[in-house]
């Protein structure tokens, strides 16, 4: 057994999801077990270099973790031939650019949802690293998580007969930062920044409909701006004028009808801050992030409609618990592994840029139909 270096240059690693998400869950947490290992007996350590603007800020993330390795010049990184992966998880509207100059470095690309803020620069991008011959990716993370790893099981299983519906719901309160601070960064309520609900939520639904129920086809979107002004990091009013809610109908190959409404302007009162409720003709799912309960067509009560007695029966009671029989791993890091060994190995993995350009499509789509009120089909994408 040998063990093989990743360098990795991860750029935009002090924001929210490049440090929890792929440096401390993903990448630290690989190092900790000891590497990726390959099918021949080999492991493959990832030896990350961390990218940023602020030296203060990269240099004590990088302390905090005992990482050697940080820089703020990213083109003396790309310019390193020892570090062959580029991870972007910085914000969205500079990624299309970055990977395109880490293509041009000749490195291999991982980089987060969406890949770009247009069709057009997505399509762009990967065709060049086609063209480059590089391995690509996209962070795909939903479709590890455990609940839809049960809902994908019964889809297969054939448990749900013909798929007829799907109602997601998303969305949690974020607090518009006067009162308490708000949890998410200002810049994903202003336009002009790249934020919205829209391009930010519809590229996850893309693929996890895709790969969970069936290929999305054709979408009507309302969007909305509930909440016109916020108060940003620093304690200062502004206008935010990006879509914070889209209320979502797809149409799905198999004239399947999956509504999903995403939103940062509702309180929880649900099972988990994401849920799909999937219907069919021999039997019904809900999936959370974790948990997935099921009712099968012989299992199914007969509630009588009657508003003139209080109700008896325990709708969610009357559900049965997917089991548990595997642990599930952190889905970044899942992925992660899966990508990894995709560059050494030449594993099979589906999430390349072709995939992260299907998701820009559907917000894109999303947007357009906001704008013009009507349905958008999506034609097939190839490179
Ligand atoms: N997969 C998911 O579930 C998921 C969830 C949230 C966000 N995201 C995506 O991750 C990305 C980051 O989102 P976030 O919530 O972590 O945002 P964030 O604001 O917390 O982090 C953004 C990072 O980019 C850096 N950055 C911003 N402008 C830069 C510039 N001009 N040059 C260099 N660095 C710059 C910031 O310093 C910060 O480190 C977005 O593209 C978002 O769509 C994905």
Redesign the pocket.
Known sequence: MTEQRLGIIM?????????N?HLVRSILAIRAQGGVVLANGDRVMPDPVLV???AD?VERLARAHGLERWTTD?DGALANKDDALFFD????Q??AGLVERAVAAGKHVYC???VADTLEDALRVARLADKAGIRHGV?Q??IFLPGLLKLKMLRDAGFFGRILSVRGEFGYWVFEGDLQPAQ??S??YRKAD?GGII??ML??WRYVLDHTIAPVRSVSCLGANHIPERVDEDGRPYRADADDAAYATFELEGGVIAQMNSSWCTRVNRDDLVTFHVDGTKGSAVAGLHRCVSQSNINTPKPVWNPDQPRTMRFVEQWQEVPDVVSFDNG?KVQWEMFIRHIFEDAPWQHGLLEGARGVQLAEAGLKSWQERRWVDLPNLTL
């Open positions: 750029n935009g690693v002090t924001g929210r999801m490049g440090t998400q940023g603007r602020n800020k990213l998880a910085a914000s969205t500079l990624r987060e949802k969406p962070v993370d939903k998410r960064p810049w994903n790249g391009l930010d590229c996850h970044f």
